[in-house]
Each structure stands twice: as structure tokens, then as C-alpha cells.
């Protein structure tokens, strides 16, 4: 066969010139025009409303892309791209303001390869050429995202920790030094099946320390600062008397019991429970039922959950914890082994209940994740403390006054609203983020002040009322869905994968719940609890006025 012959004149007519089309705002944008310019790319300025349309029209050879737009944030961007054929291999890089390793994971799970810093501090130019070079000989920006972590981990030389779950049974640790990955584990996984399982799962509790750390609690005593920690023990009533019920009691917790889990979720919604141990094979309603009952309750959602089986697989260990287990353990496991799992899960409350009871001029680290805004708020009221909690996170800034159980003033800056009162309260309850208390001896309060428990149950029978009525009407009716574009921008910056995808869904208007699962291709009670978190954060809402 002859050999293919090319003109010499044809080849000069090729366009070889790199594009790069940059999603940022001013002044990023300039200064990254120019050195991108300067390192001899076209560069086009991407439209962040019709950016997959661009990017298939345009043909870049990168997208670098900014935190927050008008009506879009950056992860959904980057999330759209992917989700696109003739987009997916396109290099994504993300620039913006955190660059911690938990913001790293979050971009690399929709789709980033790399993640710069704001203000840039080495040349766009000379770093864009260099990471298109390691795309086109690796391939790393369609592969997965366990490579993607590896890869950004050299590029970025990255030395130390990061740990998944910690202080629980589900903790996992991922060790880098200079760069390269020392170690891995997972429960009984090492190395690339363990890092493979955890990011696979995208674990929602995710803390970055600098060199190797050792998570291992010490023990506290269950009976903290005269506290007992509550137990509620859920499993088939042949079991009442398994030594793990007695062995907790022994070891200091009040425990209750429920043979069936309808009987045990109505335990559960009772009571505030510190604990849950649930059964996942139980009659009438089963463990996973329980579990996303639980989670739907604005208060029993903060009961740290143990689900206890016989299937001990890696896999599902994950499942649970995305379904918002915090252990899982084996049927036949030695009962130390629960008794080891609450005392852990028990650890946050006590600590925090020691910390606070000790009194006058201590502040007090507080995360929402382990303590529940709930639980917090009472346990302020009930110590009689005085002083002022102030707890942020991407969405929210609350600061809530109180002395000696009643409430004092609370506010909060939800986006650009401004609240007060049991609003404020209400807008906290949806809150995972974290804080302070500072304890205030010279505060005091009017006659007409209410008390700190009587505003905390105003708030939680609003907040459930309300989630409860939209929850069905979004469920009912996806397309009645409106979206508060100045939330979900800020939201996109800690969102899981599945609700921006489920955010993203509901953009294009789907008719029905069925079609909206069907078109994630994941499963219904995922999507529904996607749903119900993004109603809570007031990022969806069933009606128009309140956006």
C-alpha cells in the first residue's frame, strides 16, 4: 500500500494554536489574559450561562473557571461540563479563593483537574502549558478521580493527613509526603482499594492536617460535666436481652429499647437521643427505613447512628455512612465493640458539655457536624450560660445571645438576608458549620426575654412544618421547583455531587419525581434527601416569594 502523502501546504493552514477559554471575574481575569497571552494562547472569555454550548463550539484546550457567577457557581459549571461528550476530556481548572484539601476533593469530585489559588502567585501561562503537557502524555483529566487526587497531590507536593469520619468507626486516612502517597486505610482496606472505596463514596466529614496525625480519642467518661448520655437500643424484640444492652448500661448510659423499628422511631422522634443503635434487619419498618426517617427529622437527624448487621462489607460500610450512619458493626461482634462505637460517637456531646459546665472566661470550639444545632442551643439553656455562639458556613453567619436560659438577641445573615429571632434560630437549625462560644458574664436580659427553650421548639416546628409541606410538593411536582440563584451559588461551594446534580436536574424542569431519579440514575431515597436538604438550606424552594 503507498504511504500517505501530506501537503506541506495543507499542514500550514492547520490552526495549532492553543485556546483557552477563562471563566473568571475581574480583576482575576485581566491578569490571567494577559499571561495566558503572553504564553501563546487565543484566549476567549466564556459565557458561565451557556458554557457547555461554548465549549463544544470553541474547541478549547482548557477552561479555567471561578468560584461564584451571577446565577451559577463554579462546581456546577465544572459539573456541566463533564456531564457533556464533547466536553469531558477538556481540562477543568478551578481558581479560587480556598485551596484546602477538603475544597480540593470537593472540585475533583465534579470533574476539576486542578485547583489555583486566588491571588495567583506563580504564572498562569507558564502553569497552564505545563499541566496540558501532563494531560496529553497521562490523560489524567478523564481518568478517575482517584488518579485525578494522586496527580494534583505531586503537582501541588502536598505533605500530610487526610481523614474521613474521624473519631468514628468509619475513619479513614490518606498520607502524602512531598507529594507521593505513603499510605492508605479504610476499615480493613489499605492503600489504592482503600483511597479507590473512599473516594468513590465522597465522604461528607473531611478534615486536612499537616504531617501524619494520630485520631485515635481518649475516652471520656460517660458521665460528663453531670451529663449521662442517652442510648436508644432498636432491634428484634428476641434480642432484648443481648448482653450489649447490658453492657451499656453498665458502662454508665441510660438506655432505652424498641423491639420493631415503627416502635423505634417513635422513640427516636420523642426523645433527643445522644445514640441510636439500629437493627438494619427489623420488623415493620427496617433499619434503612429508620434511617431515613431519622434523617428527614430536623431534630433526630443529630443522633449519631449505629446500624448494626450481617453484611460487614466494605462497600456497604460506605452506604451507610452516606445515608447518614456515623458506625457501622457485625452481628456476633463482642460487645466491647459497641460499647467502644457509642463511647466515640458520645466523645463531641461530652466534650463540649465539660467545656461549656467548666464556666466563666473559656471559649468554646463548636461543630454543628458532631453537636447538632439542636442539642447546642439546649445545652446552652440548660447550663445556664452566658455569652454569645456565633457559627458560620458558606451560606450562613448566626449569633445567637444568651444568658442564664433565656435569649438575649439572634441574627443572621442568610446570604444577603438579614434575619432575627426565631427566623435566625430557624435558619441555624439547617446549619452544619462551625463556631465558637464566648462566655459573656455582663450580659443580661429584659423582662420580656423569652426562653432559649421555648424559641428552639418555635423554630424546630417551623422549620419541620415547612420542609414537610415542600418536601411533598417537590416530590409531587419537581417543575414547581424555583431556584434561589444567590444561595446556590454559595451552597455549590460545599455541595455533595448528587444534589448539584439534582440541582442541575431540576434546572432543565423535570415533570415528575420518577423522571428526575430516572435521569440521575440513582437511587429514589437519594435523590429525595438531595431534595430535602437543598428545600432546608432554602436553595430550592416550592414558592416563588420566598426566594
Known amino acids: 500500500m503507498d504511504s500517505l502523502e501530506v501537503d506541506d501546504a495543507l499542514l500550514s493552514t492547520v490552526d495549532t494554536t492553543p485556546r483557552a477559554l477563562v471563566v473568571l471575574e475581574d480583576p482575576v481575569l485581566e491578569s490571567v489574559r494577559s499571561s495566558l497571552a503572553k504564553a501563546g494562547f487565543e484566549v476567549l472569555r466564556g459565557d458561565p450561562q451557556g458554557l457547555p454550548a461554548q465549549v463544544a463550539r470553541v474547541l478549547p484546550s482548557v477552561v479555567l473557571v471561578g468560584e461564584t457567577f451571577p446565577g451559577v457557581g463554579g462546581r456546577q459549571l465544572a459539573l456541566s461540563l463533564r456531564a457533556q461528550g464533547s466536553s469531558f476530556a477538556v481540562p477543568v481548572v478551578a481558581v479560587a479563593h480556598d485551596v484546602r484539601v477538603p475544597a480540593v476533593l470537593r472540585w475533583l469530585s465534579v470533574g476539576a483537574v486542578d485547583l489555583w489559588q486566588v491571588p495567583l502567585t506563580r504564572d498562569p501561562g507558564a502553569r497552564t502549558r505545563q499541566l496540558l503537557a501532563e494531560c496529553q502524555a497521562t490523560q489524567v483529566q478523564v481518568a478517575t478521580m482517584q488518579r485525578r487526587l494522586v496527580a494534583f497531590a505531586r503537582r501541588a507536593r502536598l505533605s500530610g493527613t487526610l481523614v474521613v469520619y474521624a473519631d468514628t468507626p468509619f475513619e479513614g486516612q490518606v498520607t502524602f509526603f512531598e507529594g507521593e502517597l505513603v499510605e492508605a486505610s479504610l476499615g480493613s482496606l489499605r492503600d489504592a482499594a482503600a483511597l479507590a472505596h473512599l473516594l468513590e463514596n465522597e465522604p461528607t466529614q473531611v478534615d486536612w492536617y499537616d504531617g501524619k496525625v494520630e485520631t485515635q480519642p481518649v475516652m471520656l467518661p460517660v458521665m460528663a460535666g453531670g451529663r449521662a448520655t442517652r442510648v436508644l437500643v432498636i432491634e428484634p424484640v428476641a434480642g432484648l436481652g443481648h448482653p450489649a444492652r447490658q453492657a451499656l448500661t453498665q458502662a454508665g448510659y441510660v438506655v432505652d429499647a424498641a423491639g420493631d423499628g415503627a416502635a423505634g422511631l417513635r422513640a427516636a422522634l420523642t426523645y433527643p437521643y445522644d445514640v441510636v443503635t439500629v437493627d438494619l434487619e427489623l420488623p415493620q419498618l427496617d433499619g434503612w427505613g429508620v434511617l431515613r426517617a ?11 447512628v449505629v446500624l448494626v448487621a450481617s453484611q460487614p462489607e466494605q462497600v456497604e460500610t460506605l452506604h451507610a455512612a452516606r445515608a447518614g450512619a456515623r458506625a ?12 467502644d462505637a457509642v463511647g466515640m460517637l458520645a466523645r463531641p456531646r461530652s466534650l463540649a458539655w465539660r467545656r461549656l459546665a467548666e464556666g466563666a472566661s473559656r471559649v468554646v470550639p463548636v461543630d454543628l457536624r458532631q453537636l447538632g444545632a439542636v442539642w447546642l442551643l439546649r445545652a446552652l439553656a440548660e447550663l445556664d450560660c452566658r ?5 458560620t458556613d458558606e451560606l450562613l453567619r448566626a449569633e445567637v445571645l444568651v444568658c442564664r436560659g433565656q435569649l438575649v438577641k439572634a441574627s443572621a445573615q442568610l446570604g444577603s438576608r438579614q434575619l432575627s429571632g426565631v427566623v435566625a434560630i430557624e ?3 439547617g446549619s452544619e458549620g462551625a463556631g465558637q ?16 427553650f421555648e424559641v428552639v421548639d418555635d423554630a424546630v416546628r417551623a422549620s419541620t412544618e415547612a420542609l414537610e409541606r415542600r418536601l411533598k ?12 440563584v444567590e444561595l446556590s451559588r454559595l451552597f455549590a461551594r460545599l455541595a455533595t455531587r448528587r444534589q448539584l446534580e439534582v440541582l442541575e436536574a431540576v434546572r432543565s424542569e423535570m415533570r415528575s419525581f420518577d423522571s428526575l431519579v430516572a435521569a440521575l440514575g440513582a437511587p429514589a431515597d437519594e435523590v429525595r434527601a438531595a431534595l430535602g436538604e437543598l428545600l432546608r438550606r432554602g436553595v430550592l424552594s416550592t414558592e416563588p416569594q420566598e426566594g
Open 427 to 429: 435558619a441555624l437549625l
Open 437 to 452: 462560644f464566648e462566655p459573656d458574664t455582663s450580659l443580661q436580659v429584659a423582662a420580656s426575654a423569652r426562653w432559649v
Open 387 to 391: 455569652g454569645q455562639l456565633v457559627v
Open 473 to 484: 410538593r417537590a416530590v409531587a411536582s419537581p417543575s414547581m421547583l424555583t431556584v434561589n
Open 294 to 304: 431519622l434523617r428527614d427529622d430536623v431534630v433526630a437527624r443529630e443522633s449519631a
Open 328 to 339: 457501622y458493626l457485625q452481628k456476633g461482634e463482642n460487645v466491647k465493640a459497641l460499647v
